[in-house]
């Protein structure tokens, strides 16, 4: 068998493979950040409570309505997005002006409320939710057994965040939105309402980590904890692509996906913590992040 | 009050004040205080949490419809959050200021191994039943702790034993990379070793983690019959069905060297179904643990694990020693707890040793097919008891200060 390193081919293409699958994740959560920092200048620690919520969702869509997965994976993203927008209606906006910390540390406390509810009634071990039928089995990649399920995942995540990509990059919506994030007071001297978009920007930004919920719930144990398990990977993701740049938290979430898979075949107890390791060296070397513009 | 003189009332008077004073010197200011410190929190808060304030207060109900004593009881509760600073703190706070005599439960090693301390310091008494690791009655052994329910020997035996004895002899270890998930791993090992299976390699995963796949396909790839699975709570899940989503199990087995029913709750039977497990105790194991488990469910909603379990059968053998002792004094009681047998529906003949073990029968479970559970958490069969005996750590083993040898 060939060998890299001392590590069988087909290991580290096993590897590679399940660092992009998490790499997915990584990129879908850190686009909604990512849309919700650009427009909001929100850092919205809430996104992980968002993700459990939407994973909660779904499994309370299946247990007590009967609603399957395919269902969910349109009902819940929209079911979080109201949570989103009332969010924001009711408290976020106070807060636009003041400095970013104040954003920080209501959805921190948020955050901490939603878990500490889910927990109170669902308990911290987790909850099962079954791969639906269509997606069980495995792909047979001739170097490893990819669950359909999995790549599933990475079909949806790309595809939604490449579609996020082109409507904020090359649509008109898109160009309303940035100008709104560039100088809201002149747009909305245009005519454009921003308040609205801004509402939708931050409805849609959460409905994202919903739908990461969603995907998430067969993978993992739907649990309380599984939002702040992931969350400051998260964080650190959007750091290194640069707070607030599109295209920039997609490849990254994608590549740290990787990154991260290769270090589990090499040194698998420094895993959890290359992801910051990395952080520290792009920020000594591009304090913006790699695909952020300095101010 | 004609009836009576003065003289005696006056005697009358200084009656009961003698008694008041005389109870008062045996039970520091009159009131015994438990202190139930948990995971509330994170992830041990399902088997341990206000589950095991529910036990406590279910042992002082107990006790005081069996008894008549002139003291009151008080428990107080709050989440250690599985952080030694906080939990030493917290007790800390406890013995100086609020008067606790006895903390209880401890969820993590590295929250008991703290405690520990601070209950030695300040001559208090600490009755742990979450934490597993052997440390607590080898190297960090002291004269006030005792441990109740298990530890990492006594489940890594357990079931170790039986998936060698049923034919899985080559191993490989997914381990949570921290003291607990080590000790488990280790012991496991010389378990294995010694009933002639060959452990072939182990992968230390960070903790916490969730996703497990790509330890899981190294440990597909070294080609072991067994994987085993030293870890716990959400780590342990997540490795179960990832494992049978990447379409490990069932061509190699798992073995769950430290699991719960609530994560067997928490996974369903069609994952697990066929795992072998140890644990202290099973709610439908007998009549008496059904009877006290139906009143845990009554006030829980859930069955209880063997951690509450063994924080109720904990306190109520203290609050017993208090009575037979007539003291809250620490040495007298903890003489008092190790003089007297624990008998229960937890433990039959349970005995604490002098490195503070509480040896007593544990029992090897089989988790149910699908088919085979009849009711809400019937899940498991009873395989084997193993005699208390054979169960933990040999005493001519322990590394403990306080063993003659």
């Known amino acids: 068998m060939t060998e890299i390193f001392g590590i069988p081919i087909q290991a580290l293409m096993g590897q590679l493979v399940l660092g992009l699958v998490n790499g997915s994740f990584y990129?879908?959560?850190?686009?909604?950040?990512?849309?919700?920092?650009?427009?909001?200048?929100?850092?919205?620690?809430?996104?992980?409570?968002m993700y459990m919520a939407g994973a909660f969702f779904a499994w309370m869509g299946l247990t007590y309505w009967g609603i399957g997965y395919w269902w969910a994976l349109i009902l819940v993203p929209l079911a979080v997005g109201v949570v989103g927008i009332v969010i924001e209606r009711t408290m976020l906006r106070w807060l636009y002006q003041l400095d970013h910390l104040y954003g920080l540390l209501l959805t921190f406390g948020l955050a901490l409320m939603i878990e500490g509810v889910f927990r109170y009634y669902y308990g911290a071990s987790g909850l099962p939710y079954s791969i639906p039928e269509e997606l069980t089995g495995a792909i047979n990649l001739g170097f490893m057994f990819l669950p359909k399920y999995r790549a599933w995942v990475v079909v949806v995540s790309l595809v939604v965040c490449l579609a996020t990509w082109f409507v904020i990059e090359k649509t008109k919506l898109g160009a309303y939105l940035r100008a709104a994030t560039e100088n809201p007071r002149l747009t909305q001297a245009f005519g454009v309402n921003v308040p609205l978009m801004v509402m939708l920007t931050y409805g849609f930004g959460v409905a994202l980590a919903g739908l990461g919920g969603v995907l998430a719930a067969p993978a993992y144990a739907v649990s309380p904890l599984m939002g702040s398990n992931l969350i400051i990977v998260v964080f650190a993701v959007v750091v290194i692509g640069g707070m607030g740049s599109i295209m920039g938290s997609i490849l990254t979430g994608l590549s740290l996906g990787v990154v991260e898979g290769l270090t589990k075949v090499f040194y698998a107890e420094a895993s959890n913590t290359v992801v910051f390791v990395v952080m520290v060296i792009v920020l000594m070397i591009r304090p913006a992040g790699l695909f952020g513009k300095e101010k | 009050m004609k009836n009576f003189n003065k003289k005696q009332i006056c005697v009358a008077i200084f009656a009961a004040l003698g008694l008041a004073a005389s109870a008062q010197?045996?039970?520091?200011?009159?009131?015994?205080?438990?202190?139930?410190?948990?995971?509330?929190?994170g992830a041990y808060s399902d088997l341990a949490g206000t589950g095991s304030v529910v036990a406590t207060n279910l042992a002082v109900e107990d006790f005081k419809a069996k008894n008549k004593v002139s003291w009151a009881i008080e428990v107080v509760s709050a989440d250690h959050q599985n952080k030694g600073d906080i939990s030493s703190n917290k007790a800390r706070e406890w013995f100086d200021r609020d008067k606790v005599d006895v903390v209880t439960d401890l969820v993590t090693t590295s929250t008991a191994l703290a405690v520990m301390k601070v209950a030695k310091e300040k001559n208090k008494i600490a009755l742990i039943s979450g934490a597993a690791s052997t440390r607590i009655t080898n190297e960090d052994c002291n004269d006030v702790t005792v441990h109740w329910t298990y530890d990492t020997y006594a489940v890594a035996n357990g079931t170790a034993k039986a998936v060698v004895k049923q034919g899985g002899k080559s191993w490989y270890f997914l381990t949570a990379d921290y003291a607990f998930g080590q000790s488990l791993e280790k012991d496991a090992t010389d378990v294995v070793n010694a009933n002639g299976g060959k452990v072939l390699g182990a992968v230390r995963h960070p903790f916490p983690g969730s996703d497990f796949s790509s330890f899981l396909l190294k440990a597909q790839s070294s080609g072991a019959q067994v994987i085993g699975l030293a870890n716990a709570g959400t780590d342990t899940t997540n490795s179960i069905k990832q494992a049978a989503e990447f379409g490990i199990t069932p061509k190699q087995s798992l073995a769950g060297l430290l699991m719960f029913i609530t994560d067997i709750h928490s996974l369903g039977l069609a994952t697990t179904q066929t795992m072998y497990l140890t644990e202290a105790f099973y709610w439908d194991r007998n009549e008496e643990t059904r009877a006290w488990s139906k009143r845990f469910f009554d006030k829980q909603r859930k069955m209880p694990t063997m951690v509450q379990a063994g924080v109720y059968s904990a306190t109520l053998h203290y609050l017993n020693a208090v009575k037979a002792a007539n003291s809250d004094d620490t040495q007298k009681v903890m003489a008092m707890m190790k003089k007297t047998p624990v008998n229960d529906f937890f433990a039959k003949n349970g005995v604490i040793r002098e490195d503070g073990r509480m040896v007593h029968d544990m029992y090897l479970m089989q988790v149910k097919k699908p088919d085979e559970s009849k009711y809400p958490w019937d899940y498991y069969n009873v395989r084997q008891t193993i005699p208390a005996a054979e169960a933990f750590q040999p005493l001519a083993a322990s590394k403990c200060s306080l063993v003659k040898k």
């Open chain 1, 27 to 49: 990129a879908m959560l850190s686009l909604g950040l990512a849309v919700i920092f650009g427009m909001l200048n929100i850092i919205n620690f809430a996104h992980g409570a």
């Open chain 2, 25 to 41: 010197a045996q039970v520091s200011d009159n009131v015994v205080r438990i202190g139930v410190l948990t995971d509330m929190s």
